[in-house]
């Protein structure tokens, strides 16, 4: 049973947040929200450590639809990065805010890019998309993230400055709007350099946030260096390009891991 304790761990993390929300701020949505959230998630690692093929895209549905269609959609919350500015600048704790807390700000502490690999909406779409292990060396143009960043948080400054009205309505639009720019140029970055995770790699200003507290995640991939055959299988099916062999903090892009486990499944000894 020694096995299944990570799923547990994590079905306990997300409900001890769940019941917590629900306490302080007198919110049965919160309880049901993180809830249901937890239970994707551990569905999914259980589904894994069962060797179920399609274990992590059971998740990223069950997870991405929710926040898309449900959240997004029915209940028109922004939960992209405009929805966090504009919550954080009107100094509310909810919604957006709450959500980047958990998954993007200090649950990375925990699971690292974890969101990335089971609950990102954009990423749902791209990984169903035909280069799931890059076909070309990784580009030095992670650059433009900070750009993306950047004019995502000089937008909502300049609405505030001007006195927007209806900002909810502007948010609402800003969610449809961004969604589609996210997958247009997503799917077009996939098939131009032959990777589903370019979008990722290259332009997703979230990564601002995840990948400086995944550098401290307790949840790593690690390598037993006894096993380990120096095949680099591992690196070739990696969509983020991570050198798991390395058990440093410091290995080759270790802050992109998004543990989807495919070094793990694909080890033909083993030894992750």
């Given at each position: 049973?020694?096995?299944?304790?990570?799923?547990?761990?994590?079905?306990?993390?997300?409900?001890?947040?769940?019941?917590?929300?629900?306490?302080?701020?007198?919110?049965?949505?919160?309880?049901?929200?993180?809830?249901?959230?937890?239970?994707?998630?551990?569905?999914?690692?259980?589904?894994?450590?069962?060797?179920?093929?399609?274990?992590?895209?059971?998740?990223?549905?069950?997870v991405g639809l929710y926040?898309?269609?449900?959240?997004?959609?029915?209940?028109?919350?922004?939960?992209?990065?405009?929805?966090?500015?504009?919550?954080?600048?009107?100094?509310?704790?909810?919604?957006?805010?709450?959500?980047?807390?958990?998954?993007?700000?200090?649950?990375?502490?925990?699971?690292?890019?974890?969101?990335?690999?089971?609950?990102?909406?954009?990423?749902?779409?791209?990984?169903?998309?035909?280069?799931?292990?890059?076909?070309?060396?990784?580009?030095?143009?992670?650059?433009?993230?900070?750009?993306?960043?950047?004019?995502?948080?000089?937008?909502?400054?300049?609405?505030?400055?001007?006195?927007?009205?209806?900002?909810?309505?502007?948010?609402?639009?800003?969610?449809?709007?961004?969604?589609?720019?996210?997958?247009?140029?997503?799917?077009?970055?996939?098939?131009?350099?032959?990777?589903?995770?370019?979008?990722?790699?290259?332009?997703?200003?979230?990564?601002?946030?995840?990948?400086?507290?995944?550098?401290?995640?307790?949840?790593?991939?690690?390598?037993?260096?006894?096993?380990?055959?120096?095949?680099?299988?591992?690196?070739?099916v990696c969509p983020m390009?991570?050198?798991?062999?390395?058990?440093?903090?410091?290995?080759?892009?270790?802050?992109?891991?998004?543990?989807?486990?495919?070094?793990?499944?694909?080890?033909?000894?083993?030894?992750?």
């Open positions: 049973m020694k096995k299944y304790l990570l799923p547990a761990m994590m079905l306990v993390i997300f409900e001890t947040v769940a019941i917590t929300l629900w306490l302080t701020t007198d919110n049965l949505f919160y309880l049901f929200n993180f809830s249901y959230i937890g239970m994707a998630i551990a569905l999914g690692i259980f589904l894994f450590l069962r060797k179920y093929q399609h274990a992590r895209r059971v998740t990223q549905l069950l926040m898309l269609v449900y959240l997004g959609l029915a209940c028109r919350e922004n939960m992209q990065i405009e929805g966090f500015w504009y919550y954080l600048f009107t100094g509310v704790f909810e919604a957006a805010t709450i959500h980047y807390a958990v998954a993007k700000i200090f649950g990375p502490l925990l699971f690292g890019r974890g969101w990335c690999g089971y609950a990102c909406w954009t990423a749902m779409v791209l990984d169903f998309l035909p280069y799931k292990v890059p076909e070309q060396p990784r580009r030095k143009i992670g650059w433009i993230r900070y750009i993306t960043f950047v004019a995502s948080l000089v937008f909502m400054a300049a609405l505030f400055l001007a006195h927007a009205g209806n900002m909810e309505r502007i948010m609402f639009w800003a969610f449809l709007i961004g969604n589609l720019a996210y997958y247009a140029i997503g799917i077009g970055l996939a098939f131009l350099y032959r990777d589903n995770r370019a979008f990722c790699k290259y332009i997703c200003p979230i990564t601002i946030f995840l990948k400086p507290m995944s550098y401290f995640s307790l949840i790593r991939i690690k390598s037993d260096k006894g096993k380990c055959i120096s095949c680099g299988k591992c690196k070739r390009d991570v050198d798991v062999t390395d058990p440093s903090r410091n290995r080759e892009n270790g802050t992109e891991c998004i543990l989807c486990m495919e070094c793990v499944r694909n080890c033909p000894k083993n030894a992750l």
